[in-house]
């Protein structure tokens, strides 16, 4: 009687239950001889591998194995577990990497990772990582032992960290401590503390860095920014250069939520990877796109000589934004308040707005404004025609000059910190 490979895997099951190891071999291997790529074989046959101490083949195994069904996170941690009996860190971050694709809150694969950052000594990679094990650990209200330790290890190892940047930002910042007005160093000094983990602040929402105290304005004075008009001066020339753009072949639009494989549902999940949001990136993260810039010259040079935010490695950031027709970008905050975003509208179709927080506009082109991302915003377009709007950012017009150069000091210490 011949028998399916389910039947022989079943027998197999089995046979592990029981202990006769050679038998889980044999009906494995007479699975893969029905169907040879079979994910739970291949699998049975690597576990068996690793118990007779044979890392080799069990990676040989589970490597066909994730071949065969990528999307499951235990093959990739078995796979990681050979790779590591064999001493190849790098195959098995690439394992563990491809295991978090899956799942980017898998708490063994950020375990495993963790530990691989922290024993080869990769302390900045390692931070992340614990930290997503220190955040996931509130879920386990009472974790066994050896899970209990991995979760105290990771809180010890990320409260080290906080202590080493501290250390390095007193040192790093004395001199400016010592120079600052009283108001700024209240600031720069709440501000450290927030970076460290220490203060909790009771205003803005912002996605990363918060600076504490300042005015909490939806959409700022315009009389902070004096050089609005001269920018609303040029509105024809950047609108024609962007409808020259979007006219052609190939617009370079990319979409503008582009989330990880693995990240969990959330309120961006339907914008991502999806055009119905899109931009054009001319400056980014600090960063000048120069292939972007050649295709919109005149624009590249009207923002040259606007005074935008400047934190290396982070601001400043212009791109056209393109909301289609009848979407809607969700309630959201951003990064943080160290900035003003600067909105200078030019295709607007009627039925389009942008809220911040209680106040509703509708855009008019030619018509910037100012407002803080760091409280909630939204923006809609109910139109049958695409909203075209540039989006590039600036100092909160509430920092000293003094302020933002101690700004990009600390970060500019944090970043030297995470390679320590």
Known sequence: MNMTAEQHLARAAQAQQQGRRAEV???????????????????????EALARDDATAAKT?????????????????????????????????????????TDQRNLMSLIRLA????????????????AGVSALSQQHTSPGPELKAIFDHARDFIAQRSRQLSDA?????????ADASERDRRRISAAVDVMLGRRRVYANECFGMHYPFLPADEFFDRDHFPWLTELEAQTAV????????????????????????????????ELN???????????RDGERIEEACARAPQTARIMEKLPLAGIPGRT???????????KHIPPHTGV????????????????????????????????????????????????????????????????????????????SIADEQKKV
């Open 336 to 411: 943080t308040n160290t900035r003003a975003i600067i909105h200078l509208p030019l295709i607007v179709p009627p039925g389009c707005a942008f809220r911040v927080g209680g106040e509703t506009r509708e855009w008019r082109e030619g018509e910037a404004f100012a407002f803080d991302d760091t409280i909630e915003h939204e923006a809609w377009n109910r139109s049958e025609v695409d909203r075209a709007v540039l989006i590039l950012d600036c100092w909160n017009p509430h920092l000293s000059e003094h302020e933002r150069a101690m700004i990009c000091r600390m970060f």
């Open 25 to 47: 071999v044999a009906e494995a291997e007479a699975a893969l001889r029905i169907r040879p790529d079979h994910p739970i074989a291949l699998n049975m046959l690597g576990m």
């Open 115 to 130: 530990e691989l950052h922290e024993r080869r000594g990769e302390l900045a990679e390692a931070t992340p990582r614990w």
């Open 273 to 283: 990877h999806n055009e119905a949001w899109s931009a054009l990136h001319l400056w």
């Open 238 to 269: 950047i609108r024609a250069e962007l409808i020259e753009l979007l006219s052609s072949e190939s617009a370079g639009l990319s979409p503008y939520v582009a989330m990880p494989p693995g990240t969990p549902e959330n309120k961006w999940s």
């Open 169 to 177: 930002l007193a040192d790093g910042l004395e001199k400016d401590f």
């Open 61 to 101: 195994h589970f490597e066909a194995a994730t071949q065969a069904d990528p999307k499951a996170t235990a093959l990739w941690l078995n796979l990681a577990k050979a790779h590591r009996l064999l001493g190849d860190d790098a195959g098995e971050r690439a394992a563990l990497e491809s295991a978090l694709e």
């Open 316 to 326: 400043p950031t212009v791109f056209f934004s393109i909301l289609q027709a009848g």
